[in-house]
């Protein structure tokens, strides 16, 4: 069902204090515990709560009658979104049936009896109108054309909000998590509003995964961002919780989306408004892991609409890590002789972390003419983090001690000093033009020009182990690695309506992507002791991505019960990578066609669907993976990038289920996906006893799921949504002569309850099963948390208390591997219980405007980086 849950319940509402307006006022009767009579409140038969309304039942409407029509803004002609229909009968106030518009102010009434009405459409913002309308013999079927509100303005303190949105939505395409509603996401960032979205899974490292796949790209209101344009972790950071309105999970996109690899899309709305007048709000968070502040300002008049925003954070990390590794097959000497034996490898690492930053956003909007909208945006973020750690290392070797005196092999102690800086900005303009409220037809331009600069650096001083001399390192490194991604996209649109019934859209897309590498390495010589540049380390590396891309999707109605969608898309790339001094470039192009069908068929029971669909996705590698960067700061764990690496191909076949009534709503998918050349982490061990861990298309990914969710309102004051997710992963390497498999599961759990006075209470928790990696597993994990809230001033500010794992100090992640010469446990110790308290203000007239038809830019086609490289199972 199309239609918002949250006009749902404004009209549920409307019903329920027309209703009790009709009925008859009761005697008081003495005051018991639990409720009026000794009932407990809440209790089958106990009469609902002060303040809440009584439930009713819409008397049930028989005939063919029909009434349709489109609610419109009186002063600007466009579409008022889920405005509220209630039909009333001639005479009082008795409701007989009611529904809400959809998102282009349509709506219609079905199955209704001869007779004399009162249309009665209302929405928060607006006038009422009622409009008398006849169903007679001849005449059942009414058309009431375009129906205009008139906008009031009203004082923020003087609004009423008659129904809320549920904190989970069920649309016919996407599952929509409401995180303005949480009041457990106050004061938090991004990665702890996406741990609650369904489908999703957001370890305590920041690592971002969706449906068990890594494969997923995040979009920031509909387009891509500099922001999490590499490093999705640390991008979830930057982003507070406190500005993100809602998260859409889509797990099967249409053709007009780029390849979105094996999983889907996750798209973060930010918080905005479509009111007239100046208003905005303002926040602060302080807490005992993340601190952060806020401040929005919306103005708008007439033509004009202008928004800005700023907000800062900061937020402190210890944490422990340990390391423990068998190697096989170590080539040392002894006595003079080489022999072969093994490694065995002791790391106990502690540091101390904490880090901060900025996002300022401002854009313009500008409407020329009724059907012509433009738009300007920039939006420029900064994040910068700095982590302390002290290092003890030992390595032993089964058969005596090698010959050689080089301490980065033996055992030492460490002071490591890691500084990140990154910087991005999006520059984004937009026109579209529309023909008619009525209408479907739509034409847009976008372009986009986006910037990420990211400067890694380390610094390494080495002590002996046993008798260190901190005044005089035995050793030193530093290294300083530059990497830049400069994004610029062209791209336009065009939808037309055949009929009622068929839409085709036409579209294209023009990507330039220039990726840049300047990686430098400085360490001492240990034959002479002096400290200089290591050139074999010294590289810079240039690479150039051009996508031109072109799309149409055809989409029907076949009767009364069975949609269809039909597309596809068809990208040209060419690829261009070179190293200084290199004599030879390195060049690739390909074309590729990929598919998408979708078949819907409309249940019996209204809101409930069934849908199939199969779509064919090419995921590009993004700087993450290609950074050729050998980070050497650990000698016996080494990471580098690969820049010979090829985009992924996905074949995804899903089946949904959908169901709403009575303010409850169920999802169920079967999906299965496979992918035959995915991006895997690759662990290598050399003789020396080192691991070098990279990526590689070395693998075969083939996954079957099922993922269940739902969401219900037991009580008025009480809701509640859960998702159970469980699929079975089976990954194999001809390459490395290699597989692995297993069942994953994952469930979190999501309730909200009114206490009255203000009060409100927040409950979420989570759990995840040890994940599936090619060479290994990840160890399972818990999460928790608990908010109050409390409303001030008439609902124009709030104070909010969060709680995250309260009892638990910290979460142990380990990642095993076991690579053939090699078997390793990695454990960190995230300390993430932490208790923080948020306040909120809003301020300013409002009135309100119907939001504009807006397009986005959506380069979602590149596989991009988890931050750790911890959830690789799945892809």
């Known amino acids: 069902?199309?239609?918002?849950?949250?006009?749902?319940?404004?009209?549920?509402?409307?019903?329920?204090?027309?209703?009790?307006?009709?009925?008859?006022?009761?005697?008081?009767?003495?005051?018991?515990?639990?409720?009026?009579?000794?009932?407990?409140?809440?209790?089958?038969?106990?009469?609902?709560?002060?303040?809440?309304?009584?439930?009713?039942?819409?008397?049930?409407?028989?005939?063919?009658?029909?009434?349709?029509?489109?609610?419109?803004?009186?002063?600007?002609?466009?579409?008022?979104?889920?405005?509220?229909?209630?039909?009333?009968?001639?005479?009082?106030?008795?409701?007989?049936?009611?529904?809400?518009?959809?998102?282009?102010?349509?709506?219609?009434?079905?199955?209704?009896?001869?007779?004399?009405?009162?249309?009665?459409?209302?929405?928060?913002?607006?006038?009422?109108?009622?409009?008398?309308?006849?169903?007679?013999?001849?005449?059942?079927?009414?058309?009431?054309?375009?129906?205009?509100?008139?906008?009031?303005?009203?004082?923020?303190?003087?609004?009423?909000?008659?129904?809320?949105?549920?904190?989970?939505?069920?649309?016919?395409?996407?599952?929509?998590?409401?995180?303005?509603?949480?009041?457990?996401?106050?004061?938090?960032?991004?990665?702890?509003?996406?741990?609650?979205?369904?489908?999703?899974?957001?370890?305590?490292?920041?690592?971002?995964?969706?449906?068990?796949?890594?494969?997923?790209?995040?979009?920031?209101?509909?387009?891509?961002?500099?922001?999490?344009?590499?490093?999705i972790a640390t991008a979830l950071k930057q982003l507070p919780g406190d500005q993100i309105k809602s998260v859409e999970v889509i797990t099967s996109p249409s053709a007009k989306y780029d390849g979105e690899g094996s999983a889907g899309i996750i798209n973060i709305v930010l918080k905005e408004n479509n009111l007239q007048g100046l208003n905005g709000n303002v926040g602060l968070a302080i807490g005992t892991r993340n601190s952060n502040g806020n401040f929005t300002l919306n103005g708008r008049k007439g033509k004009l609409g202008l928004t800005a925003g700023f907000n800062g954070f900061a937020f402190y990390a210890p944490g422990d890590q340990e390391?423990?590794?068998?190697?096989?097959?170590?080539?040392?000497?002894?006595?003079?002789?080489?022999?072969?034996?093994?490694?065995?490898?002791?790391?106990?690492?502690?540091?101390?972390?904490?880090?901060?930053?900025g996002q300022g956003r401002i854009g313009l909007e500008f409407e020329p003419a009724a059907n012509h909208a433009l738009s300007l945006s920039f939006s420029s973020n900064l994040f910068t983090n700095r982590f302390d750690i002290d290092i003890n290392n030992r390595y032993t070797l089964d058969q005596g001690q090698p010959s050689t005196t080089n301490p980065l092999f033996g055992n030492y102690t460490r002071d490591q000093v890691m500084e990140n800086t990154v910087y991005a900005y999006d520059l984004l303009g937009s026109y579209t033009r529309s023909f008619g409220a009525k209408s479907r037809r739509e034409f847009t331009v976008l372009a986009q020009h986006s910037r990420n600069r990211a400067q890694r650096d380390y610094d390494v001083r080495q002590y002996p182990l046993l008798s260190p001399d901190f005044s005089n390192p035995q050793y030193r490194e530093q290294s300083p690695n530059l990497a830049r991604n400069l994004e610029s996209t062209l791209q336009t649109d065009y939808v037309h309506p055949i009929g009622e019934k068929q839409t085709v859209e036409v579209g294209a897309k023009v990507i330039q992507r220039k990726v840049y590498s300047d990686y430098e390495v400085y360490r001492t010589n240990l034959g002479t002791g002096v400290f200089g540049l290591e050139p074999g380390l010294t590289n810079k590396f240039d690479y150039d991505q051009d996508?031109?891309?072109?799309?149409?999707?055809?989409?029907?109605?076949?009767?009364?019960?069975?949609?269809?969608?039909?597309?596809?898309?068809?990208?040209?790339?060419?690829?261009?990578?070179?190293?200084?001094?290199?004599?030879?470039?390195?060049?690739?192009?390909?074309?590729?066609?990929?598919?998408?069908?979708?078949?819907?068929?409309?249940?019996?029971?209204?809101?409930?669907?069934?849908?199939?669909?199969?779509?064919?996705?090419?995921?590009?590698?993004?700087?993450?993976?290609?950074?050729?960067?050998?980070?050497?700061?650990?000698?016996?764990?080494?990471?580098?990038?690969?820049?010979?690496?090829?985009?992924?191909?996905?074949?995804?076949?899903?089946?949904?289920?959908?169901?709403?009534?009575?303010?409850?709503?169920?999802?169920?998918?079967?999906?299965?996906?496979?992918?035959?050349?995915?991006?895997?982490?690759?662990?290598?061990?050399?003789?020396?006893?080192?691991?070098?861990?990279?990526?590689?298309?070395?693998?075969?990914?083939?996954?079957y799921g099922i993922n269940l969710f739902g969401s219900a309102k037991p009580l008025p004051k009480w809701d509640i949504s859960g998702n159970i997710s469980a699929f079975y992963v089976y990954l194999s390497s001809k390459t490395l002569n290699t597989s692995n498999s297993g069942v994953v599961y994952s469930a979190n759990l999501n309730s909200g309850y009114k206490l009255g006075k203000g009060f409100s209470a927040q409950l979420f928790a989570m759990l995840n099963s040890p994940r599936i990696q090619l060479q290994g597993r990840n160890s399972p994990w818990q999460m928790y948390s608990l908010g109050l809230r409390k409303d001030l001033w008439k609902g124009k500010g709030d104070l909010t208390l969060n709680a995250d794992n309260p009892f638990n100090s910290y979460i142990a992640l380990a990642n095993d591997f076991d690579n053939g010469q090699s078997v390793s446990t990695n454990t960190t110790y995230v300390y993430n219980r932490g208790v923080r308290l948020a306040f909120a203000y809003r301020f300013g007239k409002l009135e309100n405007k119907p939001s504009k038809p807006k397009r986005s830019i959506r380069n979602d086609d590149q596989k991009a980086g988890d931050g750790g490289g911890n959830g690789q199972g799945g892809n």
Request: hydrophobic share 35%.
């Open 323 to 357: 390391v423990d590794r068998v190697d096989r097959g170590i080539r040392t000497e002894v006595n003079g002789q080489q022999v072969t034996t093994t490694g065995r490898l002791f790391q106990r690492n502690e540091g101390q972390g904490m880090g901060g930053g």
């Open 1 to 231: 069902m199309n239609n918002s849950l949250l006009s749902f319940l404004a009209l549920a509402a409307l019903l329920s204090s027309e209703a009790a307006a009709q009925a008859p006022a009761a005697a008081p009767a003495p005051a018991r515990p639990g409720g009026p009579a000794g009932i407990p409140t809440g209790a089958p038969g106990a009469p609902s709560a002060p303040g809440t309304p009584a439930l009713v039942t819409l008397p049930t409407a028989k005939g063919n009658g029909r009434i349709s029509g489109v609610v419109l803004d009186g002063a600007t002609k466009k579409p008022v979104e889920f405005a509220t229909v209630a039909l009333l009968a001639a005479t009082g106030d008795k409701p007989v049936d009611g529904t809400v518009a959809d998102d282009k102010g349509r709506f219609s009434l079905r199955g209704l009896a001869p007779g004399e009405y009162r249309l009665q459409l209302s929405f928060i913002g607006y006038s009422n109108v009622t409009q008398p309308v006849t169903l007679a013999e001849g005449r059942m079927t009414v058309d009431l054309g375009s129906v205009e509100l008139k906008a009031t303005a009203q004082e923020l303190t003087e609004v009423t909000v008659t129904g809320e949105r549920p904190v989970v939505e069920s649309k016919p395409d996407r599952l929509v998590y409401n995180a303005a509603t949480d009041n457990t996401n106050k004061g938090g960032t991004a990665a702890d509003v996406l741990r609650k979205a369904p489908m999703v899974s957001v370890d305590p490292d920041g690592n971002l995964q969706l449906r068990g796949s890594g494969n997923v790209r995040v979009l920031i209101n509909g387009k891509p961002s500099a922001v999490v344009a590499g490093d």
């Open 547 to 703: 996508v031109l891309a072109g799309y149409a999707t055809y989409g029907t109605s076949l009767g009364k019960k069975y949609s269809a969608r039909l597309g596809a898309r068809v990208e040209r790339t060419d690829l261009r990578g070179n190293f200084q001094g290199q004599d030879n470039e390195f060049r690739l192009g390909y074309t590729n066609v990929l598919p998408n069908v979708a078949l819907t068929r409309n249940l019996k029971q209204p809101g409930s669907s069934l849908r199939a669909t199969y779509s064919r996705r090419i995921q590009r590698p993004s700087i993450f993976y290609l950074n050729p960067y050998r980070n050497e700061s650990d000698p016996r764990n080494i990471t580098e990038g690969n820049p010979e690496l090829d985009a992924e191909f996905t074949d995804n076949y899903e089946l949904n289920w959908n169901t709403f009534a009575k303010g409850t709503s169920i999802n169920i998918s079967l999906y299965s996906r496979q992918t035959n050349n995915a991006i895997e982490r690759v662990y290598n061990t050399d003789p020396a006893g080192r691991v070098v861990a990279t990526f590689g298309n070395v693998a075969r990914n083939q996954t």
